[in-house]
């Protein structure tokens, strides 16, 4: 295994897009920023500089940071953000792990412009578990506002109301063709006849799930999260926020033009974000007025289009890559997830929505909690995260009015090496609404879902303790649940919350404390000596 060495410099960058121009943060200049590629096992090295005013913090969502909880990224949680004109080397190794993945700031709102891709390659010798592709693309899929982002987000919680909902879409930085607006760059797939392409998907918007298609050709699901799927043939692929999926697509078209449609899923009561965002895949030699074969974008609510999707995904479990699920589970936890209302004197309408799990809405400490954690200090979090809802209700039909979220740094204190299966039902607290939902520090498996309220009884007869698919974002549908687990083998604090930015800035939120281990390898690392402090 290599050591893979990236420079990457926090800039602002005036940037110009559908006929308006801001100040953005970029790393290098560039929005999406540089690709990360390494291969299984090897040693990343990512120095990071802040240049900018705004405090920042990296996250490589998906890499697992076995025995480098410091290196995991998300402000106050693992770290303390980089100030203005500070550096810090981020220091992970990639092990067991090869697909692709996702790296973007985790502070604020930044990941709007602040994120990449993170491909990595199978061993030297080691090869794919389908058939080679001729090809490799990477298509990163992101959200556009006109409006900085900070004072989007900043304005919307000082009322206590939704933000804005984004401008464009985009694919790969294009926004694609804009009404009202001199053309911008449109995302062309070039593809030659016959040849076979591996697309690496990623979904880098802060809270659009997205339909993704491609006119007249089916695309074949082969890894979601950097774990290997039974392959999937299908027209549409759904992806939440965090995600990532690898697709065959087999060029075997006539030539014509065929539309690449980027659709948002969306069934929530507020800030509808309906825009639809276009590519086009090409055969050469088509004449630029040939006419354009067009796809058909599943409904902005097609809730049914989504769980199936979701609920067709199988790990492979191969002799090579088997399925690691833990068969019998230490830890049984059920959170509800969602986003209700609550009083606010200095709100402009008197009260503001919150997010919460299991009635906590959680709150920034101002010292990181892996450090509070690792030093002792008292004070800055407490460990006791109900393992279940205080108030047991129907979460699918209306809800109580003794519902109100309480505020709290509550983290949930594993033991090491424990098995824990986590029913995440939504709470629907408003409004049935879907939640992808992100583990940091370890991948799981999705043993279970439904509509409706789970049944503690019934429901767990028919969990797949088989193949259920391993990922590290997933989602709970709309009015339903789903059922995760994993072995809690990482010391350090691991961070869960909705991938969904709009609701983790509600407080959508929680962190699990995982103890050290007896073993060598078992404990927590001391921090890196430039890690910075609050
Ligand atoms: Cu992709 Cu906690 O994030």
Redesign the pocket.
Known sequence: SLVRHYKFNLVLKNTTKICSSKAIVTVNGRCPGPALYAREDDNVLVRVVNHVSYNVTL?W?GVRQRQTAWADG?GYITQCPLQPGQGYLYNFTVTGQRGTLLW?A?ISWLRATVYGAIVILPKKNASYPFPKPDKEEIIILGEWWKADTEAVINQAMQAGIPPNVSDAHTINGLTGPVPNCSPQGTYTLHVEPGKTYLLRIINAALNDELFFQIAGHHLTVVEVDATYTKPLTTPTIYIAP?QTTNALLKADQPPAKYLITVSSFMDAPVGVDNLTNYGILRYPGTPTAATMVLTSPPPLNATAMQSNFTASLRSLNSKQYPTAVPLTIDRSLFFTVGVGVNPCATCVNGSMLVGDINNVSFVMPTIALLQAHYYNISGVFTDDFPAAPPVIYNYTGNPPSNLRTMNGTKVYRLPFNSTVQIVLQDSAAIAPESHPT?L?GSNFFVVGKGLGNFDPNEDPKSFNLVDPVERNTVDVPTGGWTAIRFRADNPGVW?L?C?LEVHTTWGLKMAFLVDNGNGPNESLPPPPSDLPKC
Do not use: A
């Open positions: 996250h969502h998300p973007h985790h965090g992100h940091h961070f919350h991938h």
